[in-house]
T-cell receptor
């Protein structure tokens, strides 16, 4: 699986957009980008995924660059409950195997 | 609520003992995954089952074993427990292999404390 690089930590003011970057310069053509988050010792929670087009759901937006070497997860209006560790994962679509979770980005939403 | 149920939530035991962790996947999901999360290691993949068959192994110790039953629930057995086995153990489920989405849904975890 392609390796990802994320900042260790970030802060965001409550109500503002949180933009979490992820570099995946060795991504292959058929590998998807997944985002999960883990709120203090709870089970990881799926947020969003995409291949090459930008994606949006009720939780977040995912912006993938045209060369697919990086992506940004956007939480449009961060709340205190969005404080969590966010993981960016890339993997091919047609395997049922594990996700490799790196160290992720610890996002702190500040009141 | 992810739909994945793990029991027990907490488990306290002594070194040398054996424990069993249980996971019920989301309705209709055929794949079950087990992960271990300790303070200094992050989330580590242990093993994957699909429809009762083992599909992949990660960093799973020989003292650990798992199985998936015909009703698709899974159990993770940890034996000869050591202090270092203290961790959060998560189960996840997904629709199965060969699916483009392959989204895994995680349970709330079992916190194991070995004293």
């Amino acid at each position: 699986d392609a390796k990802t690089t994320q900042p260790t930590s970030m802060d965001c003011a409550e109500g503002r957009a949180a933009n979490l970057p992820c570099n995946h310069s060795t991504i292959s053509g058929n590998e998807y980008v997944y985002w999960y988050r883990q709120i203090h010792s709870q089970g990881p929670q799926y947020i969003i995924h995409g291949l090459k087009n930008n994606e949006t759901n009720e939780m977040a937006s995912l912006i993938i660059t045209e060369d697919r070497k990086s992506s940004t997860l956007i939480l449009p209006h961060a709340t205190l409950r969005d404080t969590a560790v966010y993981y960016c994962i890339v993997r091919p679509p047609n395997t049922g195997n594990q996700f490799y979770f790196g160290t992720g980005t610890s996002l702190t939403v500040i009141p | 609520d992810s739909g994945v149920t793990q029991t027990p939530k907490h488990l306290i035991t002594a070194t040398g003992q054996r424990v069993t962790l249980r996971c019920s996947p989301r309705s209709g999901d055929l794949s079950v995954y087990w992960y271990q999360q300790s303070l200094d290691q992050g989330l580590q993949f242990l093993i994957h089952y699909y429809n009762g068959e083992e599909r992949a192994k990660g960093n799973i110790l020989e003292r650990f074993s798992a199985q998936q039953f015909p009703d698709l629930h899974s159990e993770l057995n940890l034996s000869s427990l050591e202090l270092g086995d203290s961790a959060l153990y998560f189960c996840a489920s997904s629709e199965g292999t060969g699916k483009a989405k392959n989204i895994q849904y995680f349970g709330a975890g079992t916190r194991l404390s070995v004293l």
